[in-house]
């Protein structure tokens, strides 16, 4: 079975935004390969949609999310029928699990190391 693939407008707005970042830095071909990359790796979720990393079995928590890394970006999708919905992107340095769930995976001891 192949399933439709949607992505949300906060990723469609991520990608947007990264694309004009990566440009700005690289130049446009290294930015429209990085872009390239992350949607074809995507796509590759329409034949196989349990390619990423079930987070209820990773985190110990109640959700339906399934987590994608790819080119330095944590993809997070689930099905809806016959269709993966890309919810939302964080960059690797993103703390995404307190973002989307509250859980903070940073402990007092880097707190206070780091000084954040």
Partial sequence: MKYKL?????????LKALKAYLTEQ??????????????NRARGLQKNPNLG??????????TDFR?????????FYYKDGD?????EMFGEKEDFMY???????????SIDYWGE
Avoid: C, M, W
Avoid at 83 to 87: D, G
Avoid at 103 to 108: A, E, K
């Fill in 6 to 14: 949607e992505y949300s407008q906060i990723v469609r707005r991520k």
């Fill in 83 to 87: 269709t993966i919905i890309i919810a």
């Fill in 26 to 39: 690289y130049g446009e071909e290294p930015a429209k390969t990085a872009i390239k990359i992350i949607t």
């Fill in 99 to 109: 973002q989307l769930f509250g859980i903070s995976g940073r402990t007092q001891e």
């Fill in 67 to 75: 987590e994608l890394f790819v080119n330095h970006n944590h993809l």
């Fill in 53 to 62: 990393v079930d987070l209820s079995a990773k985190y110990d928590i109640d």
